[in-house]
């Protein structure tokens, strides 16, 4: 782990050094370069020095100061329980779509993510809201399924 982030570490500060000597290439602005810079000089050593913690040393990192992304400083540890893939990192979104794949409801959560469950009823207000008709069928995944959608799916 540690060659790995020794390595990453030589690349970004490769790439740093082309970005500070060559100026904004392509869409980039200087703004883009300038926040991609600082994550280099400040979240890189902070991340290898929390992998050398954890993994080296074997002792726990405070969730509020676990660097989960270099990129994202939003992302979040999603409890998936799903079969190889037990937790995942990023945001939750919901999205609802027709059949012929129109988006008719989307939500991003917040700082916790929420059980699939938990979102349906909501979502279905919402598209009945926007559309000013109720659903004629919801299809979901078994993460949504629940006794209590089960009843509140049947009396609409």
């Known amino acids: 782990m540690k060659k790995l982030s020794q390595c990453v570490s030589r690349h970004a500060r490769k790439h740093r050094d082309l970005i500070e ?13 300038r926040q991609i810079i600082a994550r280099i000089r400040e979240q890189l050593p902070a991340a290898i020095g929390q992998a050398h913690e954890r993994i080296i040393g074997e002792r726990p ?10 990129y994202e400083p939003d992302a979040q540890v999603l409890v998936r ?29 917040g ?10 009823q909501e979502s279905v207000q919402r598209v009945q809201e926007r559309t000013g008709g109720r659903p004629k069928g919801v299809c979901t995944d078994r993460g949504f399924r629940s006794a209590a959608n089960s009843r509140w799916l049947a009396e609409q």
Do not use: M, Y
């Open 61 to 70: 990192v405070p969730n509020a100061q676990k660097i989960l992304s270099l």
């Open 21 to 33: 000597q060559h100026g904004p290439v392509g869409e980039l602005k200087a703004g883009h370069i």
């Open 111 to 120: 700082q916790c993510s929420a059980s699939d469950s938990t979102l349906l």
């Open 81 to 109: 329980g799903k079969a190889g893939a037990e937790v995942e990192f990023g945001r939750q979104l919901l999205i609802g779509e027709n059949p012929q794949g129109f988006i008719l409801d989307w939500q991003l959560l």
